[in-house]
């Protein structure tokens, strides 16, 4: 299975380059709004665990917790996504061919 990834890697490096280029820009433009997304959901999930830190008398605050977990759960999963497609950028390329395939 490997060798057969080299050889679509090569065939699409030399036979068209225009579109090689084209699907890495497509990973890495999806890596940077998966890095925005998982800082917004970062950036929500503090002052929520704050908030229910501070009002843990509150009927609400299991709540809050509850969504801060959440929130910062998805924010990391997407953090790891976003430096998956950084470091690793041919490789979603790849898989963004073999999605397309019947």
């Known amino acids: 299975m490997e060798a057969t990834l080299e050889e679509l890697i090569k065939y699409l490096v030399n036979v068209s380059p225009a579109i090689w280029a084209t699907l890495i820009r497509q990973v890495y433009s999806t890596a940077i709004v998966l890095m925005v997304f998982a800082a917004v959901c970062l950036a929500f999930a503090r002052p929520l665990f704050v908030w229910a830190r501070d009002n843990s008398y ?6 809050a917790y509850l969504g801060a977990g959440i929130l910062a759960l998805v924010g990391v ?14 490789f979603y390329a790849i898989e963004f061919i073999m999605r397309a395939l019947p």
Do not use: T
């Open 58 to 63: 509150d009927s609400d605050a299991l709540f």
């Open 77 to 90: 999963v997407c953090g790891l996504g976003a430096v998956q497609r950084f470091v690793n950028p041919e």
